[in-house]
């Protein structure tokens, strides 16, 4: 919403990858960087087969050299104990085993990320009660298919609402 000040979030679409009373753990899908997954694969040791234009994305303020796989596994080719089905047929992974299985083959739809979102116990329940954020159903189409530019718009006309009506004011609207 707009009245959040973190600039880390302005405009920002959110993955909530987990979310209980500890605490929320997600990723920003909409900012890109400059990385390329051969790069990024190479500081690794790991040979990418992919597009060679592939791009790494910001997930986030936290632990940014921490990377995350967010990828379509229709026929199941990976494999980990790691991998969690988020809904809609988005699955994410956060190992290095599970990295060097996308790369070697990588799955049509896929995003890698570096860093990550985390709120402490209760912090997005209260930003959630100040209606610091709008909640939008997980969609494979736009963790894959929607271009980082106008994503947050894109999602914020999903929900029914003209962008230009939101208020940078507190509660819900």
């Keep these: 919403m707009p009245h ?3 600039p880390n979030f302005a405009r920002s679409v959110v993955l ?22 051969p790069n990024l694969c190479a500081t ?37 104990e790691q991998v969690k089905e988020i809904g809609s047929g988005v699955c994410f992974a956060g190992s290095i085993e599970v990295l060097r299985q996308v790369a070697s083959d990588p799955p049509e739809r896929l ?15 209260s930003e959630l009660a100040e209606g610091a954020w709008l909640v939008a159903p997980v969609s494979g189409q736009v963790v894959f298919d929607v271009e980082a530019p106008g994503m947050w718009e894109h999602v914020v006309r999903s929900l029914g609402i003209e962008p230009a009506t939101l208020v940078p004011t507190r509660g819900v609207h």
């Excluded at 790991?46 to 994305?57: S, Y």
């Design 111 to 125: 995003r890698l990320l570096l860093g990550y979102a985390g709120w402490g116990p209760g912090q997005l329940e």
């Design 44 to 80: 690794l040791d790991i040979e990418w087969n992919g597009n060679p234009e592939d791009a790494v994305a910001w997930g986030g303020p936290v632990q940014p050299q921490t990377g995350w796989v967010l990828f379509e596994d229709q026929d199941g080719r990976v494999q980990g």
């Design 4 to 6: 959040l000040l973190d």
């Design 16 to 37: 909530m990858v987990h979310h209980d009373e500890s605490g929320a753990f997600g990723v920003v899908l909409n900012r890109p960087t400059e990385l390329s997954a």
